[in-house]
């Protein structure tokens, strides 16, 4: 009696003022990881007639956590899809607005990939290359690289055109950390002493802040868009997600960084340099009150597994040992601590 008071309670205050405490799964998020959790819900839905659809919106993971935080109830989402970690000041965010207990599963790996059209000018570039070419102040002075040769003789001397994601989305912020961060700090290793300055705008400016004068090119959240541009122009090369670049071989080819290419293999061995984890972040109240939203969790988790459906569609399993403590995250609830946020 105690547990169905408590559950009892938590349904009620979803339904908030509009009597749904049984409404469809809501989830918010990454445009990368959209694929796998339509995936998902499909397969969710064909299981059981009685089921509703989720809803899915391709928020791009910054504003996802924006929506995710705003509140708990009927009228907020119940989780987020992400590409990257959930951030200490987003998690501050969701608990002044009451998203008290929040819960972080890994779902599979996936990379920051550079593609380019298989007609293109074949790049192999380094971490280096391409912070000078795309960082707006590279070692401390405006970018002026007009082409490729110019940040590296040794490259061709095609334009540095490159489609990606805007700073809403966790793929751009995953570049960013992976691949721009490391780029710095080896074209200037004074970079280090700044990234310890108490002021992280000096930082930022020199190591994180990308070009805005059309060298860089801001596509939109769905990675669909930056696979058309690249058939359209192509000179340029974009950065997407690793499972559309897998989904488009027949086109697009990629480019690698520091001598490995983006394949699943290199990814899941970790010597590719954008390889990262995809997440969800769920709200514990709505996962006690919604027995659906834990229905869809759970299938979520025995499609995520080596040769399962969703690696089929270009997600990277997890190792073993990591989709263990997932799904029992899921079963137990376990909530996740701020000070292990970056």
């Known amino acids: 009696m105690k547990r169905f ?40 839905v064909a299981a059981d007639d009685n089921r509703r659809t989720p809803t899915i919106e391709s928020t791009g993971t910054g504003g996802g956590m924006v929506r995710f935080c705003e509140g708990v109830g009927a009228k907020y989402p ?27 599963v890994p779902i599979g790996l996936d990379g920051i990939a550079l593609a380019e059209p298989l007609e293109g000018p074949k790049l192999a570039l380094t971490r280096k290359d391409i912070y000078l ?35 809403t989305s ?23 002493e700044l990234r310890m ?19 860089y090119v801001e596509k939109g959240e769905d990675d669909e868009v930056i696979v058309a541009g690249l058939t359209e122009n192509r000179a340029a090369i974009g950065v997407l997600g690793f499972s559309y670049l897998d989904r488009n071989r027949s086109r697009l080819r990629g480019v690698s960084i520091d001598g490995v290419a983006p394949t699943a293999q290199d990814i899941a061995k970790g010597s590719y340099a954008g390889g990262r984890t995809l997440y969800l972040y769920v709200k514990k109240r709505h996962l006690d009150a919604m027995p659906e939203l ?39 609830g376990y909530t996740i601590d701020r000070n292990a946020l970056p």
Not at 81 to 96: H, K, L, T, V
Not at 174 to 190: K, T
Not at 294 to 318: C, K, N, V
């Open 133 to 167: 070419a795309l960082a707006a102040n590279p070692m401390g002075k405006p970018n002026s690289a007009k082409t490729w040769k110019d940040v590296n003789p040794a490259l061709p001397a095609s334009p540095i055109t490159v489609l990606g994601p805007p700073a």
């Open 170 to 192: 966790g793929t751009r912020d995953a570049f960013v950390e992976l691949i721009l961060e490391p780029g710095c700090l080896a074209a200037m290793p004074s970079a280090q």
């Open 78 to 104: 119940d989780l987020i899809e992400a590409s990257r970690r959930m951030r200490a000041r987003e998690f501050d965010i969701c608990q002044a607005n009451g998203v008290k207990d929040i819960i972080e």
């Open 5 to 44: 008071g408590v559950v009892a309670l938590a349904m009620f205050a979803l339904a908030g003022c509009d009597g749904t405490s049984l409404r469809a799964v809501h989830i918010v998020g990454s445009s990368t990881v959209l694929p796998f959790t339509k995936a998902v819900a499909a397969a969710f």
């Open 294 to 332: 834990r229905a869809f969790l759970d299938l979520y988790a025995s499609m995520w597994g080596p040769g399962g459906p969703l690696t089929e569609r270009g997600l990277i399993a997890a190792p073993d040992k990591v989709r263990q403590r997932a799904a029992a995250t899921i079963a137990n």
């Open 197 to 215: 300055n108490p002021d992280p705008a000096l930082y930022a400016a020199a190591c994180k802040t990308l070009r805005s004068d059309g060298a």
